[in-house]
Protein backbone atom coordinates (compact mmCIF):
# COMPACT_ATOMS: atom_id res chain seq x y z
CA UNK A 1 0.00 0.00 0.00
CA UNK A 2 1.54 3.19 -1.12
CA UNK A 3 1.95 6.33 0.65
CA UNK A 4 -1.55 7.98 -0.56
CA UNK A 5 -3.13 5.18 -0.14
CA UNK A 6 -2.04 5.17 3.14
CA UNK A 7 -3.48 8.42 3.97
CA UNK A 8 -6.93 8.25 1.76
CA UNK A 9 -7.91 5.12 3.66
CA UNK A 10 -8.26 6.22 7.08
CA UNK A 11 -10.08 9.11 5.55
CA UNK A 12 -12.07 6.97 4.21
CA UNK A 13 -12.80 4.79 6.97
CA UNK A 14 -14.02 8.00 8.77
CA UNK A 15 -16.29 9.92 6.39
CA UNK A 16 -17.98 5.99 5.99
CA UNK A 17 -18.41 6.67 9.83
CA UNK A 18 -19.52 9.70 9.74
CA UNK A 19 -22.50 8.92 6.94
CA UNK A 20 -23.44 5.87 9.11
CA UNK A 21 -23.89 7.34 12.30
CA UNK A 22 -26.05 10.55 10.29
CA UNK A 23 -27.78 7.55 8.91
CA UNK A 24 -28.75 6.09 12.19
CA UNK A 25 -29.82 9.40 13.57
CA UNK A 26 -32.61 10.10 11.04
CA UNK A 27 -33.71 6.76 11.08
CA UNK A 28 -34.00 7.06 14.69
CA UNK A 29 -35.75 10.76 14.15
CA UNK A 30 -33.06 12.99 15.66
CA UNK A 31 -32.29 16.26 14.16
CA UNK A 32 -28.12 16.54 13.63
CA UNK A 33 -26.77 19.64 15.07
CA UNK A 34 -26.61 22.91 13.29
CA UNK A 35 -23.98 23.16 10.87
CA UNK A 36 -22.14 26.29 12.08
CA UNK A 37 -21.48 28.60 9.06
CA UNK A 38 -19.89 31.63 8.54
CA UNK A 39 -22.99 33.61 8.39
CA UNK A 40 -24.44 32.28 11.54
CA UNK A 41 -22.29 35.23 13.32
CA UNK A 42 -23.77 38.33 11.42
CA UNK A 43 -27.70 36.52 11.34
CA UNK A 44 -27.16 36.78 15.41
CA UNK A 45 -25.94 40.10 15.28
CA UNK A 46 -28.62 41.36 13.28
CA UNK A 47 -31.48 39.04 15.27
CA UNK A 48 -29.97 41.09 18.51
CA UNK A 49 -29.21 44.71 17.11
CA UNK A 50 -32.64 46.91 18.13
CA UNK A 51 -34.53 48.04 15.67
CA UNK A 52 -32.99 50.79 13.35
CA UNK A 53 -33.88 54.69 14.75
CA UNK A 54 -35.69 56.70 12.32
CA UNK A 55 -33.42 59.26 9.87
CA UNK A 56 -34.74 62.06 11.49
CA UNK A 57 -34.48 62.51 15.23
CA UNK A 58 -38.02 63.32 16.63
CA UNK A 59 -38.87 66.38 17.98
CA UNK A 60 -37.81 66.85 21.85
CA UNK A 61 -40.88 66.75 24.10
CA UNK A 62 -42.06 70.34 24.82
CA UNK A 63 -40.62 71.87 27.75
CA UNK A 64 -42.01 74.98 29.81
CA UNK A 65 -40.19 77.38 27.34
CA UNK A 66 -41.63 75.63 24.25
CA UNK A 67 -45.06 75.46 25.68
CA UNK A 68 -44.63 79.63 26.86
CA UNK A 69 -43.64 80.13 23.83
CA UNK A 70 -46.35 78.86 22.02
CA UNK A 71 -48.64 80.30 24.65
CA UNK A 72 -47.27 83.76 23.63
CA UNK A 73 -47.87 83.51 19.95
CA UNK A 74 -51.27 82.43 20.90
CA UNK A 75 -52.10 85.10 22.94
CA UNK A 76 -50.60 87.35 20.55
CA UNK A 77 -52.51 86.20 17.76
CA UNK A 78 -55.94 86.30 19.36
CA UNK A 79 -54.47 89.96 20.77
CA UNK A 80 -54.73 91.22 16.95
CA UNK A 81 -57.38 89.85 16.12
CA UNK A 82 -59.45 91.61 19.09
CA UNK A 83 -58.08 94.90 17.90
CA UNK A 84 -58.72 94.33 14.52
CA UNK A 85 -62.34 94.04 15.71
CA UNK A 86 -62.37 96.98 18.23
CA UNK A 87 -60.99 98.50 14.82
CA UNK A 88 -64.11 97.87 12.76
CA UNK A 89 -66.70 98.21 16.05
CA UNK A 90 -65.54 101.59 16.67
CA UNK A 91 -65.92 102.58 13.06
CA UNK A 92 -69.37 100.76 12.79
CA UNK A 93 -69.49 102.55 16.03
CA UNK A 94 -68.53 106.40 14.03
CA UNK A 95 -70.33 105.44 11.04
CA UNK A 96 -73.61 104.00 13.23
CA UNK A 97 -73.90 107.04 15.63
CA UNK A 98 -73.06 109.47 13.51
CA UNK A 99 -76.98 111.56 12.95
CA UNK A 100 -78.37 110.97 9.28
CA UNK A 101 -78.60 113.79 7.46
CA UNK A 102 -81.75 115.02 5.72
CA UNK A 103 -81.66 115.48 1.97
CA UNK A 104 -81.40 119.56 1.75
CA UNK A 105 -84.60 118.99 -0.96
CA UNK A 106 -86.50 118.72 1.93
CA UNK A 107 -85.78 121.16 4.15
CA UNK A 108 -84.50 123.65 1.77
CA UNK A 109 -86.42 123.67 -1.43
CA UNK A 110 -88.80 126.16 -1.97
CA UNK A 111 -92.44 125.04 -0.79
CA UNK A 112 -94.22 129.14 -0.86
CA UNK A 113 -96.32 129.57 -4.17
CA UNK A 114 -94.81 131.44 -6.85
CA UNK A 115 -97.61 133.67 -6.74
CA UNK A 116 -95.94 135.85 -3.85
CA UNK A 117 -93.97 138.88 -4.87
CA UNK A 118 -89.90 138.56 -5.09
CA UNK A 119 -89.87 140.47 -2.11
CA UNK A 120 -91.22 137.20 -0.10
CA UNK A 121 -89.83 134.48 -2.38
CA UNK A 122 -85.99 135.67 -2.28
CA UNK A 123 -87.01 134.08 1.70
CA UNK A 124 -88.70 130.78 0.11
CA UNK A 125 -86.20 128.73 0.94
CA UNK A 126 -85.69 130.04 4.90
CA UNK A 127 -89.07 130.06 5.55
CA UNK A 128 -90.06 126.52 4.01
CA UNK A 129 -87.43 125.01 6.33
CA UNK A 130 -87.99 126.77 9.41
CA UNK A 131 -91.97 126.23 9.03
CA UNK A 132 -91.58 122.39 8.66
CA UNK A 133 -89.81 123.04 11.35
CA UNK A 134 -92.42 124.35 13.45
CA UNK A 135 -95.32 122.09 11.67
CA UNK A 136 -96.49 125.25 9.96
CA UNK A 137 -98.07 125.87 6.22
CA UNK A 138 -95.16 128.02 4.32
CA UNK A 139 -97.67 129.73 2.70
CA UNK A 140 -99.18 130.74 6.00
CA UNK A 141 -95.78 132.47 7.08
CA UNK A 142 -95.22 134.08 3.35
CA UNK A 143 -98.61 135.58 4.05
CA UNK A 144 -98.04 136.98 7.91
CA UNK A 145 -94.53 138.15 6.47
CA UNK A 146 -95.87 140.00 3.48
CA UNK A 147 -98.57 141.97 5.94
CA UNK A 148 -96.05 142.19 8.70
CA UNK A 149 -93.16 143.88 7.04
CA UNK A 150 -93.49 143.32 3.31
CA UNK A 151 -90.33 141.31 3.16
CA UNK A 152 -87.77 143.67 4.41
CA UNK A 153 -85.78 142.03 6.97
CA UNK A 154 -84.69 145.51 8.88
CA UNK A 155 -88.63 146.79 8.93
CA UNK A 156 -88.98 148.59 12.13
CA UNK A 157 -92.50 149.97 13.09
CA UNK A 158 -93.85 152.69 15.17
CA UNK A 159 -94.73 150.35 17.60
CA UNK A 160 -91.04 149.32 17.92
CA UNK A 161 -91.24 145.56 16.78
CA UNK A 162 -88.05 144.20 14.35
CA UNK A 163 -87.62 142.00 11.28
CA UNK A 164 -89.39 139.87 8.91
CA UNK A 165 -92.38 138.33 11.11
CA UNK A 166 -92.16 142.11 12.98
CA UNK A 167 -91.48 140.63 16.59
CA UNK A 168 -90.90 142.60 19.30
CA UNK A 169 -87.68 143.35 21.30
CA UNK A 170 -86.45 143.65 24.78
CA UNK A 171 -84.73 147.12 24.08
CA UNK A 172 -85.47 150.17 21.59
CA UNK A 173 -89.20 151.60 21.58
CA UNK A 174 -90.36 148.08 22.99
CA UNK A 175 -88.77 148.54 26.29
CA UNK A 176 -91.15 151.04 27.37
CA UNK A 177 -94.29 148.52 27.22
CA UNK A 178 -94.98 147.65 31.12
CA UNK A 179 -97.18 144.85 31.97
CA UNK A 180 -97.72 144.30 35.77
CA UNK A 181 -94.59 143.20 36.63
CA UNK A 182 -92.50 145.09 34.82
CA UNK A 183 -91.53 145.48 31.13
CA UNK A 184 -93.85 143.43 29.00
CA UNK A 185 -90.73 142.09 26.79
CA UNK A 186 -88.01 142.10 29.41
CA UNK A 187 -87.64 137.47 27.82
CA UNK A 188 -87.32 139.06 24.01
CA UNK A 189 -84.14 138.78 21.64
CA UNK A 190 -82.76 142.28 20.91
CA UNK A 191 -83.20 144.52 18.03
CA UNK A 192 -79.45 143.47 16.66
CA UNK A 193 -80.79 139.58 16.87
CA UNK A 194 -83.73 140.39 15.29
CA UNK A 195 -82.23 142.15 12.62
CA UNK A 196 -81.18 138.94 11.35
CA UNK A 197 -83.48 137.10 8.83
CA UNK A 198 -83.25 133.15 9.95
CA UNK A 199 -83.31 134.06 13.50
CA UNK A 200 -86.05 136.53 13.52
CA UNK A 201 -88.12 133.58 11.33
CA UNK A 202 -87.20 130.89 13.58
CA UNK A 203 -88.20 132.96 16.79
CA UNK A 204 -91.58 134.52 14.96
CA UNK A 205 -92.58 130.58 13.68
CA UNK A 206 -91.61 129.29 17.07
CA UNK A 207 -93.94 131.96 18.58
CA UNK A 208 -96.75 131.25 16.52
CA UNK A 209 -96.59 127.54 16.73
CA UNK A 210 -96.72 127.78 20.53
CA UNK A 211 -99.68 130.42 20.25
CA UNK A 212 -101.00 127.61 17.76
CA UNK A 213 -100.81 124.91 20.72
CA UNK A 214 -102.76 126.95 23.23
CA UNK A 215 -105.38 127.84 21.72
CA UNK A 216 -105.86 125.33 19.27
CA UNK A 217 -106.59 127.17 16.30
CA UNK A 218 -104.86 129.33 13.87
CA UNK A 219 -107.41 132.10 13.38
CA UNK A 220 -107.01 132.52 17.53
CA UNK A 221 -103.54 132.55 17.34
CA UNK A 222 -102.82 135.24 14.85
CA UNK A 223 -105.38 137.11 16.97
CA UNK A 224 -102.70 137.06 19.66
CA UNK A 225 -99.63 137.24 17.85
CA UNK A 226 -100.88 140.92 16.22
CA UNK A 227 -101.36 143.97 17.88
CA UNK A 228 -103.69 144.46 20.81
CA UNK A 229 -107.30 145.52 21.02
CA UNK A 230 -108.03 145.04 17.06
CA UNK A 231 -109.61 141.73 17.67
CA UNK A 232 -109.33 139.31 14.83
CA UNK A 233 -109.04 142.31 12.51
CA UNK A 234 -105.33 141.03 12.15
CA UNK A 235 -106.05 137.20 12.07
CA UNK A 236 -108.49 137.86 9.11
CA UNK A 237 -106.36 139.63 7.41
CA UNK A 238 -103.06 137.68 7.16
CA UNK A 239 -105.74 134.64 6.30
CA UNK A 240 -107.21 136.52 3.61
CA UNK A 241 -103.44 137.04 1.95
CA UNK A 242 -103.01 133.10 2.95
CA UNK A 243 -106.27 132.27 0.63
CA UNK A 244 -105.47 134.79 -2.30
CA UNK A 245 -101.62 133.23 -2.88
CA UNK A 246 -102.27 129.65 -1.62
CA UNK A 247 -100.86 127.16 -4.39
Known amino acids: ?75 SAELSVTETLQEVEETSVDVESAPAEEPQESEDKCKVSQRYPEKILQWCNLISKLSKKNGLDPDLIAALIWQESGGNPVAYSKSGAVGLMQVMPRDGIAASFMCINGPCFTNRPSIAELQDPAFNVQYGTGMLANLVAKYGDMREALRYYGPMDVGYYYADKVLGIYENYRK
Do not use: K, N, Y
Request: glycine share 8%.
Open 1 to 75: MGFATQLAFPGALLGSAFVAIFALLVTAGISPPPVASAASPLIAAVQSTPEALPTSEPAPPAGPQTEQAGETEAE
